[in-house]
């Protein structure tokens, strides 16, 4: 993998199972960019989270959708695309799970722990395409764990 | 996941490896306090130091296992929390719902 400039597309239907490869071609990507283990663990674990947002929330399970997912790699930065084929939903609905009423919610905290790790994390929703997430991750900086503080 | 657990002084020790993960592990944590509860196990310490991989479905099963204990009044209390797994609790503000240990005989002790 060329660290500085790289181009990398994954398609995986939508099963659970699927989604630690997706993660651990995340983590294979930083650390080949210079990522430390931490900080490439984070953006896997960032990325995890995407992907079963997109196979449940998105996808709603059903295994005839795909969750196509694209790693750039440029310039010292990553950008990850996920979309599924659902019919896409409403960030803005989803609750802050740092509020009192929501803390011991059992769900609702995959979103806050992409915006945790990554540096950027922005939804959209091409018409007929699903939910497309897009997350942006600093690598100058090497220090991706750090960040969480 | 795999589980194995024990019994020390009427406290139920579930020691927990491998990945609570969406549509993996946390089922199966949920379905093993479930298995407690009917079983009036109530107080429940689970060893974490053998999770490899915790995602937000993970710990949200937490969440969810520390509600269904609590309850049913009884207690769980997590052991040899691992560091990811602990950052992952320290961002959503949730280390300081569970009460954490890192010695088995005092966190048993703590029961009392």
Redesign the interface.
């Known amino acids: 993998m060329n660290p500085e400039s790289e181009h990398i597309e994954i398609t995986i239907t939508s099963r ?2 699927n ?2 490869l997706v993660q651990v071609i995340a983590e294979h990507i930083c650390e080949c960019a210079g990522l430390d283990d931490d900080g490439s ?1 984070w953006v896997g ?1 960032a990325v ?2 995407g992907v ?1 947002n997109a196979i ?1 929330h998105g996808n709603r399970l059903d295994t005839r959708k795909r969750v196509f997912t694209t790693f750039d790699v440029k310039e010292s930065r990553l950008a990850i695309h996920i979309r599924d084929e659902g019919e896409g939903f409403d960030p803005a609905q989803v609750a802050d ?2 509020s009192p009423i929501n ?8 979103i ?2 992409m915006k ?1 790790f990554m540096d950027e994390v922005d939804f959209s929703f091409p018409d007929g395409r699903g939910t497309e997430l897009v997350m942006r991750k600093n690598l100058a900086t090497r220090d991706g ?1 750090a960040e ?1 503080d | 996941m795999k589980t194995t657990s024990r019994n020390v002084d009427g406290i139920e020790i579930l020691s927990l490896q491998g990945k609570i993960t969406i549509g993996s592990g946390d089922v199966q944590l949920r379905d093993l306090i479930a298995q407690c509860m009917s079983d009036g196990k109530n107080n429940i310490l689970l060893d974490m130091s053998g999770v490899s991989t915790i995602d937000s479905s993970g710990i949200g099963e937490l969440v969810g296992s520390f509600t269904t204990v609590t309850n049913r009044g009884g207690r769980l209390k997590l052991l040899h929390l691992p560091g990811k797994v602990t950052d992952l609790l320290q961002v959503t503000q949730l280390i300081t719902v569970f009460e954490v240990h890192d010695d088995e005989a005092k966190a048993v002790a703590s029961f009392k």
Do not use: V
């Open positions: 659970f199972e989604i630690e663990h674990m995890r989270e079963a449940k799970p740092l803390i011991m919610k059992t769900s609702g905290r995959g806050f722990y945790t764990a969480q």
